[in-house]
């Protein structure tokens, strides 16, 4: 089974900041990585797919980069609703989630 | 605007069967290059993908919950459903029903989720 590790666990940082996230996995997933995004009370919502593909809707300041078995999601600006968990998932082989990164507000 | 909704016991008793249905309405299930999932998250943890299914019934499972799980498809009522059995407290989650897209390689739509507990 793949192994996605994401860093940090908590992000602490304030609207208008640029924020970076970290998905890394055990062995190489190629580009079949995803980012969900998850607020309280919530289903998990798909920001990116194929590791850079915003999907439909996604406001243009989410990116996701990153190939083999380093990958990683940049929200260029903050603003207050983007404050959530966020996943990253493989398909390499069977599916996997990491473990999730919370960002918060500073 | 497709939309999936979960339906089902939210109680069920330790060593039973949990029993789910995933209703699919604004597309249909028999579409290619989609499959149809169940994905659990337990309360303040992170998501655990169980298995997804094709509308020709072909099916894929956690390798850890393989010998516990049945994923079926109804193509006539546009609902696929999910059997756990032998549950545990450990089975206590939320549990989501989703697309997964193949041309996107990722879940694109999800229900809202329903929350089962084990107890007696």
């Known amino acids: 089974e793949i192994v996605l590790t994401q860093s940090p666990a908590t992000l602490s940082l304030s609207p208008g900041e640029r924020a970076t996230l970290s998905c890394r996995a055990s062995q190489s997933v190629s580009s079949y990585l995803a980012w969900y995004q998850q607020k309280p009370g919530q289903a998990p919502r798909l920001l990116i797919y194929d590791a850079s593909n915003r999907a439909t809707g996604i406001p243009a300041r989410f990116s996701g980069s990153g190939s083999g078995t380093d990958f990683t999601l940049t929200i260029s600006s903050l603003e207050p609703e983007d404050f959530a968990v966020y996943y990253c998932?493989?398909?390499?082989?069977?599916?996997?989630f990491g473990q999730g990164t919370r960002l918060e507000i500073k | 605007q497709l939309q999936l909704q979960e339906s089902g016991p939210g109680l069920v008793k330790p060593s039973e069967t949990l029993s789910l249905t995933c209703t699919v309405s604004?597309?249909?299930?028999?579409?290619?290059?989609?499959?149809w999932g169940w994905i659990r998250q337990p309360p303040g943890k992170g998501l655990e993908w169980i298995g997804s299914?094709?509308?020709?019934?072909?099916?894929y499972y956690n390798p850890s919950l393989k010998s516990r799980v049945t994923i079926s498809v109804d193509t006539s009522k546009n609902q696929f459903s999910l059997k756990l059995s032998s549950v545990t407290a450990a089975d206590t989650a939320v549990y989501y029903c989703a697309r997964w897209n193949g041309d996107y390689v990722s879940l694109d739509y999800w229900g809202q989720g329903t929350l089962v507990t084990v107890s007696s």
């Open positions: 604004g597309g249909s299930i028999s579409s290619s290059s989609y499959y």
């Open positions: 299914i094709y509308y020709s019934g072909s099916t």
């Open positions: 998932q493989q398909r390499s082989n069977t599916i996997t």
